[in-house]
């Protein structure tokens, strides 16, 4: 629990939504640079001996590549190779850190133990030990030079001074996650809200939506393969590491199967403008499927507007690129939209 943390950001004006995200009062100038408050995150922490070979049975992407210079976005997966949370790991000094929403902690802690057996690893969640910030926006990068913090060049890249670490997002704007413990994090708080907007989590959830970057919540947990969350276009899953939980499966369909499923970024417009908003794990249809079953699903989703939602969607190929889904049965229909990065060509 993050309860300095929660405490601290109250006492300076934040207030929280039912998705744990700190909110602050839009400011109309605030787009040259924005600062977050990152409580809808929490870090998974492995710490030992066998840490890193222990994880590199667990997640899709290639631990024995992570350095203190480059961090990885990466999946835990059941046997069946589903996805039960995917997030961003970090190698800091002897800990490595799986930043993931905070409602996925407990149960990826609850499935990393029963495979830890006589490992020497020790795992637990962050709470204020780790925090995160978000900062976003043209003067960005300025503003981390100024405050004498080092600036990753290139995206997924980790630099550290004075205690923060600071990793660049792959994002067309300027954009960078900053790790911290919670002294260091409120005084960074506090010397970066003189010069930068404090701006809803909400945002920040749209930012990684415009950039492609899934994550799975309580809804979703289980439901994709990491190929239909266009993780192998993003460089979070390694083909070449060797065994892992959930690996047959998602090896399998790279190189025998056929993936009639993809995650798109899509936009929708509600009426009326108050109808309750959409919400990870939302079915969605299309009277054209053949698959007997759901088209699709929402990943993640964040409110553009009134009424208007910017969202990421797992659904069929085929209907993605010559018919028509809608959320819900007889809901709003989704207007597809490109994504940052090319797909691969369906099979």
Known sequence: MMTQWRNFLDARGARFDDLGQARFPEHPAGEACRLFALTQFDALLARGENAPDFLQGQLTNDVRELSTEHTQLTALCT????????????????????????????????????????????LEGAGDQLLALGLAGAEAPALLEQLELAVPAHANELARHDGVAVIALPDATPRYLLLAEFERARALWDTLATRATPSDGAIWRLLDIR????????????????????????????????????????????????????????????????????????????????????SGRVVDAAPHGAGCYELLVVLEIAIAEHGEARLGEHGPVLKVQPLPYALEPAA
């Not at 850190?97 to 905070?102: C, D, I, M, S, W």
């Not at 509600?270 to 990870?280: K, N, T």
């Open 79 to 122: 046997q069946k190779g589903r996805v039960l949370a995917c997030g961003r790991l970090v190698a800091l000094d002897e800990t490595r850190a799986l930043l993931l929403p905070a409602e996925r902690i407990e149960a990826a802690l609850a499935h990393l133990q029963r495979y830890v057996l006589r490992s020497r690893v020790r």
């Open 211 to 294: 950039a492609g970057l899934p994550s799975v919540h309580a809804g979703t947990a289980e439901a994709f393969i990491p190929q239909m969350l266009n993780l192998q276009l993003i460089d979070g899953v390694s083909f070449n590491k060797g065994c892992y939980t959930g690996q047959e499966v998602v090896a399998r369909m790279q190189h025998l199967g056929k993936l009639k499923r993809r995650m798109y970024r899509a936009t929708l417009s509600l009426e009326p403008a108050e109808a309750p908003a959409p919400q990870p794990g939302d079915v969605l249809f299309a009277a054209a499927s053949s698959s007997g079953q759901a």
